[in-house]
């Protein structure tokens, strides 16, 4: 997946690009590249293949390229090799236009043919610069120069996802940052603003952020945002805090981020269930399901990508041994593709560390087309699946930047698990009252077994605790351990 960073404000807008693409890096790229734009307006583009630190050893760490607004990239090749050519941003033909673009537009190809017949001419193999010549087509014709209406216009042509980063020449010191379906995040700075496709880009800079919805447009200067729907209507956007600090997606002083994350997980964990424990009781008030509610579940759908679907795989144990409940469990990339037969008495719980996953969400969103409640388990507050769901737990896991999931993947474990246990209690209270349902009688046998307290960050029992030293703490990583199956 492409990172995107995006500067308009007081500083030097370079540096700061690079810095943000540097906290990217984790997910994966062929290329980097950006583009600066002066007082006067002129857009300089400078692009690298290979690492980041090549582009900025090009730009001696961004000084080269002096100006105070611009939009950086990291490429992942999907349309063309990984050339210098093909890396973002992208010109239009009069370089008065740059754009920055994570997703894929599906019909570029019916596209470009339009603009090749109309005598636009191309020089790389990317969907990308097709965006760009077609905003440029736009600008310099019905909308008489007026980048607002260029864009809704492109939006309206284009199809498949996006999320976009735009300079116009004539308008110095302004990004626009368009969404579909791809993530795209707005920071307001105390000296300017930002924009990211994920959150530690900005943590440096921002804690206040605001997240587009989809065909939605975002207008950034360095004192305001302002943000429109695809009519050019203005609407308003609440803004979100984000709790993380800064040096939560910094190594501090581990080797690598995974050794890092493997060694949080005991804290996130703790931070997943300790606010859901309340006087003895799991306290799942944020679902706003009632005992009523829970028995009419009759089915339950799990649905994620990747380690996410996994998640689901080990919690259909949970819910089908002690709740009594069939659950399916499907990858998110599949489930709407085979047209699913979704009963409205049931519930589906759709998994995403980001919350924007794009085949993720558009299962949440099917789901609710179809008259099915929808429940988001995410790390990320304030993203697509949290907003969009009609309950949402967060694991409060923190950010992940290692590609191998570890505290991610736990705390969705822990958050799925929870509701398992009020979901038993309240399906046996319902099944005691006839004898007609003998499988429920599994359900108070187990939750009246004497476990013995355990501790959350290891796992033993109290009694056996020792003191988690680094020693121990590495021993523990590499020691295979059995826990007793729920």
Not at 421 to 440: D, G, K, N, Q
Request: net charge neutral; with cysteine; aromatic share 8%.
């Amino acid at each position: 997946m492409c990172g995107i960073v995006g500067f308009t404000g007081a500083a030097q807008a370079a540096p700061i690009l690079l810095d943000g693409l540097a906290k990217l890096e984790y997910r994966g790229y062929d290329s980097a590249g950006m583009a600066v734009q002066n007082a006067a307006g002129k857009i300089e583009v400078v692009k690298a293949k290979g690492r980041l630190k090549v582009l900025s050893e090009m730009t001696d760490g961004g000084s080269a390229v002096p100006g105070n607004c611009g939009i950086g990239h990291t490429r992942w090749a999907t349309h063309g090799e990984p050339s210098v050519v093909n890396a973002h941003p992208h010109y239009s033909r009069d370089q008065k236009i740059a754009v920055v673009h994570n997703g894929i537009i599906e019909n570029y190809q019916e596209l470009k043919e339009r603009l090749l017949n109309k005598g636009f001419s191309f020089v790389s193999q990317t969907d990308t610069e097709v965006g760009a010549q077609l905003l440029d087509y736009y600008y310099m014709g019905e909308s008489a120069g007026n980048a607002l209406d260029a864009i809704t216009r492109m939006m309206l042509h284009v199809r498949g996802s996006y999320a976009l980063g735009v300079l116009f020449a004539d308008e110095p010191g302004v990004i626009y940052a368009v969404r579909k379906d791809s993530p795209l995040i707005v920071g307001k700075c105390e000296d300017g603003a930002i924009i990211a496709s994920d959150v530690p880009a900005l943590l440096k800079y921002t804690r206040t952020v605001y997240y587009i919805d989809n065909l939605e447009i975002a207008r950034l200067t360095p004192d305001s945002i302002e943000f429109f729907n695809i009519d050019k209507e203005p609407i308003t956007r609440e803004s979100t805090t984000i709790e993380w600090d800064a040096e939560a997606a910094e190594k501090g002083g581990y080797e690598h981020f995974m050794m890092k994350e493997i060694y949080e997980q005991p804290a996130a964990v703790r931070d997943t269930i300790s606010p859901r424990l309340k006087d003895g009781q799991i306290d799942l008030s944020e679902l706003a399901l009632d005992e009523e509610a829970i028995r009419n579940i009759h089915r339950l759908y799990i649905i994620g990508c990747g380690s996410a679907y996994h998640v689901g795989m080990a919690a259909r144990y949970v819910f089908e041994s002690l709740a009594r409940i069939p659950v399916e469990v499907d990858v998110a990339s599949e489930f709407r593709y085979r047209n699913p037969v979704l009963e409205k008495d049931a519930l589906a719980m759709v998994i995403s560390q980001s919350g924007e996953t794009a085949d993720t969400l558009a299962a949440l969103r099917l789901c609710k087309e179809r008259g099915v409640r929808t429940i988001g388990i995410v790390n990320v507050v304030g993203s697509s699946i949290a907003r969009e769901a009609d309950a949402t737990m967060y694991t409060w896991a923190g950010p992940e930047i290692s590609v191998a999931t570890t505290k991610a993947y736990s705390t969705q474990l822990a958050t799925c698990w929870l509701p398992s246990l009020p979901v038993c209690a309240a399906r046996w209270r319902t099944a005691s009252m006839s004898t007609s349902s003998p499988s429920w009688r599994l359900c108070p046998r187990r939750l009246k077994r004497p476990w013995p307290t355990r501790s959350v960050s290891s796992g033993l029992p109290a009694s056996t605790q020792t003191p988690r030293t680094p020693s121990s703490l590495a021993a523990a990583s590499t020691t295979p351990s059995r826990s007793r199956a729920v």
